[in-house]
């Protein structure tokens, strides 16, 4: 089935300690998300990707950076996590009505 | 700049019909997007509106009015896995392609 896939579901991190989330899509969507999502707060937006035109959210702080080396798979990088950083990660793609399409989501802890 | 308002939180009953509102002042409007999240899981489309007027999809219908900036969730024959989190957003202008604005959700508990 064509699907958004995260990896991994959970993922415990140290203060400080570079981390690496992943996100792959076999729908072959032009767009790609990444949002943050706190407990009971609306997901909030951290960038995106049309192709490989990479655009930023003006809030979205230094320490996060992102990579899509091609069009299935995108990668959220923290350099420093914070424990402020400890929140749900969401990847989605575009569909054609716009809709967005959202993988499981990785829940980051920091420690 | 850019508001969206739900409700926190409502509370039904199994068998009955709910209704959960949304109202929103943004910068640009698109269209509107309702999505069900379930805890700890990712969100997932229900229904989009462009135009005024409702769209019934199922025990699901979405209505929508430009003019007031007001939107409504309808969900008729409650169940119980309809306990969830329901998420009004805009689509918004965003440049080369457009962008999301979430509400912060509300929280539908069903009660047998």
């Known amino acids: 089935d064509a699907m958004v896939i995260q990896n991994p579901r959970y993922q415990v991190t140290q203060f400080g300690k570079p981390v690496t989330l992943s996100c792959s899509q076999t729908l072959n969507h032009n767009v790609m998300y990444w949002y943050q999502q706190k407990s009971s707060q609306a997901p909030k937006l951290l960038f995106h990707?049309?192709?490989?035109?990479?655009?930023n959210e003006a809030d979205t702080p230094d320490n996060f950076q992102s990579r899509r080396p091609n069009t299935s798979f995108c990668f959220l990088d923290i350099r420093s996590p914070g424990l402020g950083d400890a929140a749900m990660y969401l990847c989605?793609?575009?569909?054609?009505?716009?809709?967005?399409?959202f993988g499981p989501g990785t829940r980051l802890t920091v420690l | 700049g850019q508001n969206i308002d739900q409700p926190t939180e409502m509370t039904a009953t199994e068998g009955a019909i709910v209704q959960i509102n949304c109202t929103y002042q943004?910068?640009?409007?698109?269209?509107l997007f309702w999505y069900q999240q379930h805890a700890g899981e990712a969100p997932t489309f229900l229904s989009y509106?462009?135009?005024?007027g409702l769209e019934e999809k199922g025990r699901f219908s979405s209505f929508l009015s430009r003019s007031k900036g007001y939107s409504y969730l309808l969900l008729k024959e409650l169940q119980m896995k309809d306990s969830a989190s329901y998420l009004c957003a805009v689509e918004g202008y965003g440049g080369a392609t457009n962008k999301l604005i979430f509400g912060t959700g509300t929280l539908l508990a069903v009660q047998p």
């Open positions: 989605a793609t575009q569909g054609r009505i716009n809709e967005q399409f």
């Open positions: 943004t910068s640009g409007f698109n269209g």
């Open positions: 990707y049309y192709d490989k035109d990479f655009n």
């Open positions: 509106n462009v135009l005024d």
